[in-house]
């Protein structure tokens, strides 16, 4: 069974600082990536997604993130904060399987911005 | 565009009674699903259903029924609440069960007293 592991609980960086948020995964297969973000009270937003090919993925709001296979790990990042990116981020394995796709999230990592 | 809609979106409710969380997608969408999210659990997945007619258990099933009678509803069924199903409750579709990118509803909030 997949698994994910976001390490850090909460982050708090300054504004125009730039981010990182870290995550683990394990599969047994290839799998695909997800990074969601969610702000108070609202539902899931895609940010980007892996799925195959190039492994630095681009996203929405000037998120990036890279899968580094070897480290089993598809950590994103922003090389300048802003303060309405203070959120809480979710990454996500999915799995195809005979029972169909199927995500397992981690547990989150809220973000708060500093002006 | 509406893309998924949820209702209620909350609710408080007596242990012991019956309750459905309604779920509507307007993208033609042929799989969903539903996940609970708890503090520092991150979402779990409930149940699913690949294409209309079929569903399947997730994570963590007990205490919650399915059906999906056709494409674009999928309720979800509290047969007797318990305290324990106190979360907020997620719909999401994708176009297929082959890796495509889940979209997600608004939720909904329930309280279990």
């Known amino acids: 069974a997949q698994s994910v592991t976001q390490p850090d609980i909460h982050i708090t960086v300054s504004e125009g600082a730039s981010l990182e948020l870290r995550c683990n995964y394990s599969?047994?297969?290839?799998?695909?990536l997800f990074w969601y973000v969610q702000s108070p009270g609202q539902g899931l937003q895609l940010l980007l997604k892996?799925?195959?090919?190039?492994?630095l993925v681009q996203g929405i709001k000037g998120f990036e993130a890279e899968f580094k296979r070897s480290q089993s790990s598809f950590n994103l990042r922003k090389p300048s904060v802003h303060w309405s990116d203070a959120a809480e981020y979710f990454c996500?394995?999915?799995?195809?399987?005979?029972?169909?796709?199927?995500?397992?999230f981690g547990t989150g990592t809220q973000l708060k911005v500093e002006l | 565009i509406a893309g998924i809609t949820q209702a209620p979106t909350s609710q408080i409710l007596a242990a012991g009674r019956r309750m459905t969380l309604r779920c509507t997608q307007d993208?033609?969408?042929?799989?969903m699903y539903w996940y609970r999210q708890d503090l520092g659990l991150g979402l779990r997945l409930i149940h699913y259903?690949?294409?209309?007619?079929?569903?399947g258990k997730g994570e963590v099933p007990d205490g919650y029924s399915v059906s999906r009678a056709n494409t674009d509803d999928f309720p979800l069924t509290l047969a007797s609440a318990v305290p324990s199903q106190t979360s907020v409750y997620f719909c999401?579709?994708?176009?297929?069960?082959?890796?495509?990118?889940?979209?997600f509803g608004p939720g909904t909030r329930l309280t279990v007293l």
């Open positions: 999401a579709s994708s176009a297929s069960d082959s890796g495509d990118t889940q979209y």
């Open positions: 259903s690949n294409t209309a007619g079929t569903t």
């Open positions: 996500a394995v999915g799995a195809v399987t005979g029972g169909g796709n199927k995500l397992t």
């Open positions: 993208m033609r969408h042929n799989a």
């Open positions: 892996y799925f195959s090919g190039d492994t």
């Open positions: 599969y047994g297969a290839t799998p695909y």
